[in-house]
């Protein structure tokens, strides 16, 4: 059942400091999209789970999907309701982490992370003949996928790609070798490159990798690889991708340094050149984001805890982002 949620005191201010979108449940790594004219989000469902909190995210116990839509970002929200239920994904035991969300050829397609029945995080994909969903998922994970934090990016020419990754409790650093390691290794040491998020694209039906998972590059400014210990800049989760004047702009979370960082490339497979922040840490540990453009405008979602304080239980906000004439993006600090 859909719930049209007025703002009032949710309301934003100008698109500036930002309250939340919704607080009828927690939201958290909202993926936004512009289908049918309208802003159609996907959000993971942040629930209280009593799972102990630990370091590998074991307390964000998520299990199902809601799809939710605005007209503008300062319309009032619409929640569609569930849309995907962990319980209706043959493949997945627990942990339905942030999704994202394509179109192509009419229908939709949700992308989602979840565990295994042997406890490794895989990626999922359902499809609708509605972005609102309900969505039915492949009976199967997609081949050869891992990791958490699915994003696809579709290109103007009608390509598709998937983009995935996240350090520690997503397990990426378990794929170094080429094939999972039971246990966590550390990080690469001092001086050697960092962890890079991984590309495919995707096959025209778009529930399969075409190819091999390649790495993303981020570069610094002199065009050398971003090390492990460059914690400010390097990637650690929650990539996203868009276009703006003709350049593929590749943003993603540095986690423990709690930025959202840019870098900007002249192919969707990058390299991609680091330029700075996006947006500055929020309150809560984890940060995860998406960038929209309506009516010639663009858009920031992500999320903070400013309704809980508590990490696990996360709320979705807007605030309209802004570009340099060079095309570099204006940091946003989203207290201010």
Same mark, same amino acid.
């Given at each position: 059942?859909?719930?049209?949620?007025?703002?009032?005191?949710?309301?934003?201010?100008?698109?500036?400091?930002?309250?939340p979108?919704?607080?009828?449940?927690?939201?958290?790594?909202?993926?936004?999209?512009?289908?049918?004219?309208?802003?159609?989000?996907?959000?993971?469902?942040d629930?209280?789970?009593?799972?102990?909190?630990?370091?590998?995210?074991?307390?964000?116990?998520?299990?199902?999907?809601?799809?939710l839509?605005?007209k503008?970002?300062?319309?009032?929200?619409?929640?569609?309701?569930?849309?995907?239920?962990?319980e209706?994904?043959?493949?997945?035991?627990?942990?339905?982490?942030?999704?994202?969300?394509?179109?192509?050829?009419?229908?939709?397609?949700?992308?989602?992370?979840?565990?295994?029945?042997?406890?490794?995080?895989r =990626?999922?994909? *359902?499809?609708?003949?509605? +972005?609102? /969903? &309900? #969505?039915?998922?492949?009976?199967?994970?997609? %081949?050869?996928s891992?990791?958490?934090?699915?994003?696809?990016?579709?290109?103007?020419?009608?390509?598709?790609?998937?983009?995935?990754?996240?350090?520690?409790?997503?397990?990426?650093?378990?794929?170094?070798?080429?094939?999972?390691?039971?246990?966590?290794?550390?990080?690469?040491?001092?001086?050697?490159?960092?962890?890079?998020?991984?590309?495919?694209?995707?096959?025209?039906?778009?529930?399969?990798?075409a190819?091999?998972?390649?790495?993303?590059?981020i570069?610094?400014?002199?065009?050398?690889?971003?090390?492990?210990?460059?914690?400010?800049?390097?990637?650690?989760?929650?990539?996203?991708?868009?276009?703006?004047?003709?350049?593929?702009?590749?943003?993603?979370?540095?986690?423990?340094?709690?930025? =959202?960082?840019? *870098?900007?490339?002249?192919? +969707?497979? /990058? &390299? #991609?050149?680091?330029?700075?922040?996006?947006? %500055?840490?929020?309150?809560?540990?984890?940060?995860?984001?998406?960038?929209?453009?309506?009516?010639?405008?663009?858009?920031?979602?992500?999320?903070?805890?400013?309704?809980?304080?508590?990490?696990?239980l996360?709320?979705?906000?807007?605030?309209?982002l802004?570009?340099?004439p060079?095309?570099?993006?204006?940091?946003?600090?989203?207290?201010?």
């Amino acid at each position: 059942m859909k719930k049209i949620l007025a703002l009032s005191l949710l309301s934003l201010t100008a698109l500036g400091q930002s309250k939340p979108l919704v607080s009828h449940m927690f939201t958290a790594d909202p993926s936004a999209h512009l289908f049918q004219g309208k802003i159609y989000i996907y959000p993971s469902h942040d629930i209280d789970a009593g799972v102990k909190e630990d370091d590998l995210g074991s307390h964000f116990a998520m299990n199902d999907y809601h799809v939710l839509s605005q007209k503008t970002p300062a319309s009032p929200v619409v929640d569609h309701g569930v849309a995907l239920k962990l319980e209706d994904v043959a493949w997945a035991s627990k942990m339905l982490w942030a999704p994202d969300a394509a179109e192509s050829k009419g229908t939709y397609y949700l992308y989602f992370p979840a565990k295994d029945k042997e406890g490794i995080f895989r =990626i999922g994909v *359902a499809s609708s003949s509605k +972005p609102e /969903g &309900p #969505f039915k998922a492949e009976k199967e994970y997609m %081949k050869g996928s891992f990791s958490i934090d699915p994003c696809v990016f579709k290109d103007k020419d009608g390509t598709s790609y998937l983009y995935f990754g996240g350090i520690w409790g997503g397990q990426l650093q378990r794929w170094k070798s080429g094939t999972y390691g039971a246990t966590d290794e550390s990080q690469p040491a001092n001086g050697q490159p960092a962890l890079m998020a991984k590309v495919a694209r995707l096959d025209a039906n778009m529930k399969q990798m075409a190819e091999a998972p390649r790495n993303v590059q981020i570069l610094d400014a002199n065009g050398k690889i971003l090390l492990s210990e460059d914690h400010d800049r390097r990637f650690f989760e929650a990539a996203f991708v868009h276009q703006y004047q003709g350049k593929y702009y590749f943003s993603y979370s540095t986690g423990d340094t709690h930025n =959202i960082a840019y *870098a900007t490339g002249t192919s +969707p497979y /990058g &390299p #991609f050149t680091y330029q700075g922040v996006i947006l %500055k840490p929020v309150k809560g540990w984890t940060n995860h984001h998406s960038i929209v453009e309506q009516n010639g405008k663009w858009y920031l979602y992500y999320h903070d805890v400013e309704i809980s304080g508590k990490t696990h239980l996360r709320n979705i906000k807007v605030t309209e982002l802004k570009y340099r004439p060079d095309g570099s993006i204006e940091t946003i600090d989203a207290y201010k």
